[in-house]
């Protein structure tokens, strides 16, 4: 299983953090470990006292493909879910200013919360208008749409397979919109597609 992440596909997330537009999708990968065990709390790691979430929309890749057309990407997966790509915010920024890899702030063991449901495409009339949410102790910290996308989900999984196998089992974390922050020991964070609760999880 492979995580795979696409980075700044929201603009209003690439302002926020002073980021330039990219010219194509930024890619990074989580490895397996990354995977925040289920009914489990999110541990804020020792080495960061500035964790970030980002809530995003998810694909989970159902066949094997590579060199995948954006024509026939839609035949890749059945099912959307939502997750959160925690990221050890001040650590990425000593590693960015040195012009280091920075999968040490990004792929920590329990940085990768994947929502236990998963929605079948087949529910959404239109995949490229699915709105999303992130709620922090009960507040509304993120909201997204995928029509904000700057890369659509199809776009994504052509470009990924032109440089990636993609198998049975990978998923795709689509990219976070504004309004990333930080966490705090005993926080509440909960998910939604639409009004589906996805995920609801603490963090200590």
Known sequence: MKILCIGRNYTDHIAELQ??????????????????????????PEFSSDVHYEVELLVRINKIGKHIQKKFAHKYYDEVGLGIDFTARDLQAKLKEKGLPWEKAKGFDGSAVIGEKWIRKSHFSDLNDISFSLEKNGNLVQQG???????????????ISSYFTLKIGDVIFTGTPAGVGPVEKND????????????SIQVK
């Open 145 to 159: 749409r995928t029509s904000h996308m700057l890369w659509k989900i199809d776009e994504i999984i052509e470009y």
């Open 188 to 199: 509440n964070l909960s998910g939604f597609i639409e009004d589906q609760q996805i995920f």
């Open 19 to 44: 980021n330039e537009r990219p010219d194509e999708p930024v890619i990074f990968l989580k490895p397996d470990s990354a995977v925040l065990l289920k009914k489990q709390p999110f541990f804020i």
